[in-house]
T-cell receptor, first 114, second 113 residues
């Protein structure tokens, strides 16, 4: 089925380790987003991309980097993980024909940093 | 920056009772979107409202967009156990949403059978 696929689904990291979260969509969407979800905080935007080769910072970008080398993939990197980055990470994609359409979210990556 | 506030944070209802969640933005919105997230799941897009005063229905769900386009509500009639989850509203920033949506913190709907 078409949609947004996130890998891995779960991960435990030690403080200081690095990792990359992968998001892949097969809907030919231009726009892609990384959000984090923490209890009581809702969904907060980390980084986003409006097209292949472009990225921009969201509300909470510190400690993260992203890349969008191919239209269908959006990677989120943690260079040196910290316990404050323990969270559920969601990738989303969307498109616009003048009016923005609703986001399609992946199933999430549950990350624990110890 | 833009703020989107939702109330209540939690709502306990008996099965069959009605439920309403309210969303308020600090700025005028070009549109507003609603999402549902089941426990342990991911947000799923429900609907988008664009016009001032717009009302849309999806079976037992009624969505409203305020006349000033700064507030919105979701009303569920005769709740069922399948309605359990967190309901989020979200509004676009100055980029119309391409630069990301600002989500409210959500309303958790808890249904007691």
């Amino acid at each position: 089925n078409a949609g947004v696929t996130q890998t891995p689904k779960f991960r435990v990291l030690k403080t200081g380790q690095s990792m990359t979260l992968l998001c892949a969509q097969d809907m030919n969407h231009e726009y892609m987003y990384w959000y984090r979800q923490d209890p009581g905080m809702g969904l907060r935007l980390i980084h986003y991309s409006v097209g292949e080769g472009t990225t921009a910072k969201g509300e909470v970008p510190d400690g993260y980097n992203v890349s969008r080398l191919k239209k269908q993939n959006f990677l989120l990197g943690l260079e040196s993980a910290a316990p404050s980055q323990t969270s559920v990470y969601f990738c989303a994609s969307s498109y616009s024909t003048g009016t923005l359409y609703g986001y399609t979210f992946g199933s999430g990556t549950r990350l624990t940093v110890v | 920056g833009q703020q989107v506030m939702q109330i209540p944070q939690y709502q306990h209802v008996q099965e069959g009772e009605d439920f309403t969640t309210y969303c308020n933005s600090s700025t005028t919105l070009s549109n507003i979107q609603w999402y549902k997230q089941r426990p342990g799941g991911h947000p799923v897009f429900l609907i988008q409202l664009v016009k001032s005063g717009e009302v849309k229905k999806q079976k037992r769900l009624t969505f409203q967009f305020g006349e000033a386009k700064k507030n919105s509500s979701l009303h569920i009639t005769a709740t069922q156990t399948t309605d359990v989850g967190t309901y989020f509203c979200a509004g676009p920033g100055s980029g119309g949403g391409a630069d990301g949506l600002t989500f409210g913190k959500g309303t958790h709907l808890i249904i007691q059978p």
